[in-house]
C-alpha cells in the first residue's frame, strides 16, 4: 500500500513509498529524520526505532506497545494518550529526592519569577514551594509542575540567574526524551545564582 508520512507543521512529505505497514515504512527507512512527523494513530506495535529522530513528532494516540524506543529522541513529542505499555523508553537522566537542581530564573522589582511565567509566580529563598497541580504522566514534555533543569540545561534557557533548589519527598517527573528538563511536587528553594559567575566556572 502507499503509505505517505507528512510533517504535521507544513504538510510537506518526510517518507512516501510502497509499504506493508507505516511500521514497514520507519523500520525499512531507519535513520530518516522524522522530526514533526505526523504519526497521529499509527499502530506501531512491536517497531524498532531505537536511535529515531522523533523530536516534535505527533504520536497522540499512536499505539507504541512494545515498541523499541532506546535512545530515541523524543523532546516536544505529543505522546498524549499514546499506548506505551511494554514499550521500551530510556530515560536519558536520573532525578533523586534531596539533590540539587536549577531553574532558570529573572528577578524584577526584587522578585524572583520564572521567565515564562508573569511575575505573580514567585520564588522565594528559604521557601519550600509545592506544587498543587503535579502531573506525573511521562508521556508529557510540559505540564503540572516545578519545572527544573540540570545546570548545564538551565543556563541555556532563558533568564539572568539561576535558582538553585534540593528536590524534597513528592513526585519526580522525567519526561520520556527529556534533554535535561523535568518537574517535581516539591522543592526547598536555596540560592539564587547570577549566571555570569557560572560561565565563569566549569560546569
Not at 1 to 28: A, F, P, T, V
Not at 107 to 130: D, M
Not at 178 to 198: A, M, P, Q, T
Amino acid at each position: 500500500m502507499l503509505i505517505e508520512i507528512r510533517n504535521w507543521c507544513n504538510n510537506k512529505i518526510i517518507l512516501c513509498g510502497e509499504y506493508e505497514s507505516i511500521r514497514d515504512c520507519l523500520e525499512k527507512n531507519r535513520g530518516a529524520n522524522l522530526s514533526w512527523a505526523n504519526l497521529s494513530e499509527a499502530n506501531l506495535s512491536e517497531a524498532s526505532l531505537s536511535w529515531a529522530n522523533l523530536s516534535g513528532a505527533n504520536l497522540s494516540e499512536a499505539n507504541l506497545s512494545g515498541a523499541n524506543l532506546s535512545w530515541a529522541n523524543l523532546s516536544g513529542a505529543n505522546l498524549s494518550g499514546a499506548n506505551l505499555s511494554w514499550a521500551n523508553l530510556s530515560i536519558p537522566f536520573s532525578v533523586e529526592i534531596n539533590n540539587i537542581y536549577y531553574k532558570s530564573v529573572n528577578i524584577s522589582n526584587g522578585k524572583i519569577y520564572s521567565p515564562t511565567h508573569n511575575i505573580l509566580y514567585e520564588w522565594k529563598i528559604g521557601e519550600i514551594k509545592k506544587d498543587t497541580n503535579y502531573n506525573g504522566d511521562k508521556r508529557l514534555n510540559c505540564d503540572g509542575g516545578l519545572n527544573l533543569f540540570t545546570k548545564i540545561q538551565a543556563l541555556k534557557w532563558e533568564g539572568s540567574h539561576l535558582l538553585k533548589v534540593r528536590v524534597l519527598d513528592g513526585g519526580i517527573c522525567v519526561p520520556y526524551g527529556s534533554d535535561g528538563k523535568f518537574r517535581v511536587e516539591c522543592v526547598e528553594v536555596l540560592e539564587l545564582i547570577d549566571k555570569k559567575d557560572v560561565a565563569k566556572e566549569s560546569v
